[in-house]
């Protein structure tokens, strides 16, 4: 039979109400990478991040892919607000028009992953469009781990720039590089 893959988006409402699926996957994900057994990378971690703090974010959606009904990927983010630990954790010193906020400037994509057994099928590529449509804000901003090849190829391929470094957890154990995509191609990284 053939797979039939669907992908929507949701809010915090939908975020909250699978909450632990979502977790499974992450830490599913983690077996074997450099994030297993690092603290912010945890099962509590993640979810804490995402019910606590993440999925009440104004704003704040969710694209979700799910084949025969099986959740198999997801990318959530939210606008960054006008104060945040976004910049705040960048090591190096960026511009002040950079980091610059209105809450509706810049896009954060938090977290994207892809069930093993899917990947290399355009299901993060459909979730990305499903995710980003119809959003007006200027740029996108992630954070990716560096050794983190197959991941770091795919935001370079949409055109992603690194701005800087950071160590989202605070206590030297997250090595992040950060990642920005100006929504508009003739804008530029100044900064
Ligand atoms: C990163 C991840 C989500 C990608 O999922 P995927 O479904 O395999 O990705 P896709 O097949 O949809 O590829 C996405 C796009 O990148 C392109 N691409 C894939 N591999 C590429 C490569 N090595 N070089 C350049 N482009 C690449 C695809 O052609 C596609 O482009 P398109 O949208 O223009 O068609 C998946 O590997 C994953 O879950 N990794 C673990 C979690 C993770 O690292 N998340 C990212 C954290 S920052």
Not at 92 to 103: K, Q, V
Not at 121 to 128: E, F, H, M, V, W
Request: aromatic content about 8%; overall charge negative.
């Amino acid at each position: 039979m053939e797979d039939t893959v669907e992908v929507s988006i949701g809010g915090a409402a939908e975020a909250t109400e699978m909450a632990d699926q979502l977790t499974d996957l992450y830490v599913a994900d983690s077996v074997g990478s450099s994030k297993q057994g690092v603290a912010h990378f945890s099962r509590d971690r993640f979810k804490a991040r995402l019910l606590d703090g993440q999925a009440n974010q104004p704003g704040f959606a969710i694209a979700t892919a799910r084949a025969n009904g099986e959740l198999i990927g997801y990318m959530f983010g939210c606008p960054l607000p006008v104060v945040n630990l976004w910049w705040g954790s960048v090591q190096e010193t960026l511009s002040a028009d950079l980091i610059r906020e209105t809450g509706s400037r810049t896009f954060a994509l938090l977290e994207g992953i892809v069930r093993r057994d899917w990947r290399g099928r355009k299901i993060a590529s459909a979730l990305y469009a499903k995710l980003l449509e119809g959003r007006h804000e200027e740029r996108i901003t992630l954070m990716v781990r560096p050794e983190n090849e197959s991941a770091y190829a795919i935001w370079k391929h949409y055109g992603y720039q690194k701005i800087g470094t950071a160590d989202p957890a605070g206590d030297g154990t997250t090595h992040l590089d950060v990642l920005v995509q100006y929504m508009n191609a003739t804008a530029s990284i100044q900064g």
